[in-house]
């Protein structure tokens, strides 16, 4: 990849970066009263040009969903290899198709719940799912789609559409991450899936299900092999922490387990999971040319939106402040 045919793009991401949430701003949110005041500190950021129609705190999602649009809108215009944002806003096509498909077999509209901000026409989708036109979809959209509906009339269990789907999407990842074949994204993908995978461990064994399980909704692809995981899943948690402490993972794995051990809670993982990729990104500052910017923007806009919904949940249910804070991912500014 030439690393060069990025540098008008990251001269833009340099000046959106400024436009982050601080820790100060996130401070502010945090303390304050209540819902409203914390849209007030919004409106003193890029966020307040999305704000004019929003009348209620409750109404905050609006806000976010339509940040979240206009992120990835400008950064697929901004970006020469699109398959670099596609590694981004995968989930939220393959998320649509799981939408879809249960509005499909419950017979119910959950236009609502879609995310339109991919490459793909989100209108031209559920036209050719609604219409049973899967031949018209392509890739793995279509084996997805095909295997899922297939599953339905056999077993009807709306959870099998969540492990068909998430398979193929993990699999199309693999495939962007292989057809860029450059390092950064490498280690990004294998970060994805294997922390997923350890968080899907986690709770296999919270509901009691064994290796055949395990082995349909744990994911290949990540630098931790499918097969590991599924020899340990029957084991103690201090023998998976002991088995997998070898991994670069090692650090969070223990803290992660040592945490479910205690709450009976995945909680701390992920969030220690989503604080190791936010540790990828941040190493992308110090790249001068490439991709790595501009993926490290989109992730930090994304878990700026995710902190600013914990605290308006927060807020809205008067939650303790502590408490609110303990949920909160770190942050890349």
Not at 16 to 43: H, Q
Not at 195 to 219: D, H
Not at 254 to 266: C, D, L, R, T, W
């Amino acid at each position: 990849m030439d690393v060069m045919q990025f540098t008008q793009a990251l001269s833009r991401i340099w000046v959106l970066e400024t436009r982050l949430l601080d820790k100060a701003k996130v401070e502010r949110m945090l303390e304050a009263n209540s819902a409203d005041e914390v849209l007030k500190i919004l409106g003193e950021t890029e966020y307040a040009n999305l704000m004019g129609n929003v009348k209620r705190a409750s109404d905050y999602e609006e806000i976010l969903s339509n940040e979240l649009k206009r992120v990835y809108k400008l950064v697929y215009e901004l970006c020469p290899v699109k398959e670099i944002v596609d590694l981004m806003s995968t989930k939220y096509k393959y998320h649509n198709i799981k939408v879809l498909l249960k509005g499909k077999f419950l017979n119910k509209d959950f236009s609502n719940m879609l995310i339109d901000l991919g490459r793909e026409d989100l209108n031209e989708l559920k036209r050719k799912i609604d219409t049973d036109n899967f031949r018209e979809l392509k890739g793995n959209v279509e084996k997805a789609v095909l295997e899922v509906i297939a599953d339905f009339e056999t077993n009807k269990d709306p959870q099998n559409i969540d492990i068909i789907v998430d398979k193929y999407m993990f699999d199309e990842l693999v495939q962007i991450k292989k057809s860029l074949n450059y390092k950064f994204t490498d280690k990004l993908v294998n970060a994805i899936i294997d922390s997923t995978n350890i968080k899907t461990l986690l709770r296999i064994k919270k509901q009691g299900k064994g290796r055949e399980f395990a082995n349909e909704v744990l994911v290949k692809g990540g630098s931790i092999s499918k097969d590991t995981l599924v020899s340990i899943i029957n084991e103690t948690p201090e023998n998976i922490i002991s088995k997998l402490s070898s991994s670069i993972y090692s650090d969070l794995i223990k803290e992660g387990v040592e945490g479910y051990i205690a709450s009976n809670s995945a909680n701390l993982l992920e969030k220690l999971s989503d604080n190791y990729i936010m540790d990828i990104m941040k190493s992308g500052k110090l790249v001068s040319f490439g991709p790595e910017r501009i993926l490290s923007y989109i992730y930090a806009k994304e878990t700026e939106i995710k902190i600013i919904r914990i605290i308006m949940v927060g807020k809205l249910n008067n939650i303790a402040e502590g408490v609110i804070r303990e949920r909160l991912r770190d942050i890349y500014v």
